[in-house]
T-cell receptor
Framework: LAKTTQPISMDSYEGQEVNITCSHNNIATNDYITWYQQFPSQGPRFIIQGYKTKVTNEVASLFIPADRKSSTLSLPRVSLSDTAVYYCLVGDPNQGGKLIFGQGTELSVKP | GAVVSQHPSWVICKSGTSVKIECRSLDFQATTMFWYRQFPKQSLMLMATSNEGSKATYEQGVEKDKFLINHASLTLSTLTVTSAHPEDSSFYIC?????????????FGQGTRLTVV
């Protein structure tokens, strides 16, 4: 399973756009990129998933360059409630769904 | 969206006793479920893959005789921490994917906080 590297922590202010970049140099052809959010003492929650180019949903956008060796999660206009740990994961959903979590990025949003 | 429910949400037990944690997929079937543990300020660590109707697959370093996993139906997997000790105190989380959907996210339970005293 491809290993991912993310910044350990990031700080932001309410209303700003936050971009968290993840490196996954060894991503395989069948791997998808998925981002999860986790609040303290809760299970991770799915944010967005993509394979290439750009994916957007109601909460975030995911940018994936052509070589797929990295990806960037973009959170528009963050609020205090977006303070959480964000995990980038890479894996092949057709291979049973096993997910290996990296260290994650602890995002702190300040007023 | 799909829901995975864990029970109990928290449990306190005495050293030497066993504790069972349940993981249920409420509105989908999951042939495979996963169990993780998470220590404070750390990431989730995959413990084992639970397979319906067959033996679980454990990650390296995880004692299968201590962490018993049973996946008796397509909607229920259980993790039993046997002869629990204080060092087993942790946050245990399960996840599952919907068998009907090939490309989908994993759904996580809300977690179980285990404290062994």
């Amino acid at each position: 399973l491809a290993k991912t590297t993310q910044p350990i922590s990031m700080d932001s202010y309410e209303g700003q756009e936050v971009n968290i970049t993840c490196s996954h140099n060894n991503i395989a052809t069948n791997d998808y990129i998925t981002w999860y959010q986790q609040f303290p003492s809760q299970g991770p929650r799915f944010i967005i998933q993509g394979y290439k180019t750009k994916v957007t949903n109601e909460v975030a956008s995911l940018f994936i360059p052509a070589d797929r060796k990295s990806s960037t999660l973009s959170l528009p206009r963050v609020s205090l409630s977006d303070t959480a740990v964000y995990y980038c994961l890479v894996g092949d959903p057709n291979q049973g769904g096993k997910l290996i979590f990296g260290q994650g990025t602890e995002l702190s949003v300040k007023p | 969206g799909a829901v995975v429910s864990q029970h109990p949400s928290w449990v306190i037990c005495k050293s030497g006793t066993s504790v069972k944690i349940e993981c249920r997929s409420l509105d989908f079937q999951a042939t495979t479920m996963f169990w993780y543990r998470q220590f404070p300020k750390q990431s989730l660590m995959l413990m084992a893959t639970s397979n319906e109707g067959s033996k679980a697959t454990y990650e390296q370093g995880v004692e299968k005789d201590k962490f018993l996993i049973n996946h008796a139906s397509l909607t229920l997997s259980t993790l039993t921490v046997t002869s629990a000790h204080p060092e087993d105190s942790s946050f245990y989380i399960c996840s599952a994917r919907d068998d009907r959907r090939l490309i989908t996210e994993a759904f996580f339970g809300q977690g179980t906080r285990l404290t062994v005293v």
